[in-house]
């Protein structure tokens, strides 16, 4: 994949500072498929994202929101037995750190870890300023329709 450089447009353009950040980041190829998660959405401003973080413990763990970028690390402390012997090592034990982009607007409600899932869930509100809404359009009362009256003539 070729490299885009947005350099140039940097002096032309101004507040348009993470759209080029986040074009940039689509060009970079991530192949971290560790650890599996879902992104859900759980109603109509409500999503999740579900992590597998099997063997983790909530101290292992750190979730961190920076402006609109929510990156998620797991350490696994070393653990020092010199009794055990391991024969077999299916459970991964490797650090990871994993980012997701967030929208405009969409704040974290919780965190919470169950089962070996990390759960995170997320609402996007938008304030009221920037929802739509609807204008009445008023007529000037100059421009109204008037009224005609009816004139009674005897006859």
């Given at each position: 994949?070729?490299?885009?450089?947005?350099?140039?447009?940097?002096?032309?353009?101004?507040?348009f500072?993470?759209?080029?950040?986040?074009?940039?980041?689509?060009?970079?190829?991530?192949?971290?498929?560790?650890?599996?998660?879902?992104?859900?959405?759980?109603?109509?401003?409500?999503?999740?994202?579900s992590?597998?973080?099997?063997?983790?413990?909530?101290?292992?763990?750190?979730?961190?929101?920076?402006?609109?970028?929510?990156?998620?690390?797991?350490?696994?402390?070393?653990?020092?037995?010199?009794?055990?012997t391991?024969?077999?090592?299916?459970?991964?034990?490797?650090?990871?750190?994993?980012?997701?982009?967030?929208?405009?607007?969409?704040?974290?409600?919780?965190?919470?870890?169950?089962?070996?899932?990390?759960?995170?869930?997320?609402?996007?509100?938008?304030?009221?300023?920037?929802?739509?809404?609807?204008?009445?359009?008023?007529?000037?009362?100059?421009?109204?329709?008037?009224?005609?009256?009816?004139q009674?003539?005897?006859?």
């Open positions: 994949m070729r490299h885009f450089d947005f350099s140039p447009l940097y002096r032309s353009t101004v507040g500072d993470r759209v080029f950040t986040m074009l940039d980041s689509l060009a970079q190829p991530e192949n971290q498929t560790y650890p599996p998660y879902n992104i859900e959405k759980t109603g109509e401003n409500a999503y999740r994202i992590m597998a973080v099997a063997g983790f413990d909530e101290s292992e763990l750190s979730i961190e929101l920076d402006q609109h970028l929510l990156t998620i690390k797991g350490e696994k402390t070393e653990e020092k037995n010199e009794e055990k391991v024969l077999y090592r299916g459970i991964a034990k490797r650090a990871f750190e994993r980012r997701f982009q967030l929208a405009d607007h969409v704040e974290v409600r919780s965190a919470h870890l169950k089962n070996g899932l990390l759960h995170i869930d997320l609402v996007r509100e938008i304030p009221e300023a920037m929802k739509p809404r609807r204008i009445e359009i008023a007529v000037p009362k100059a421009e109204a329709p008037k009224a005609i009256e009816a009674v003539v005897d006859a």
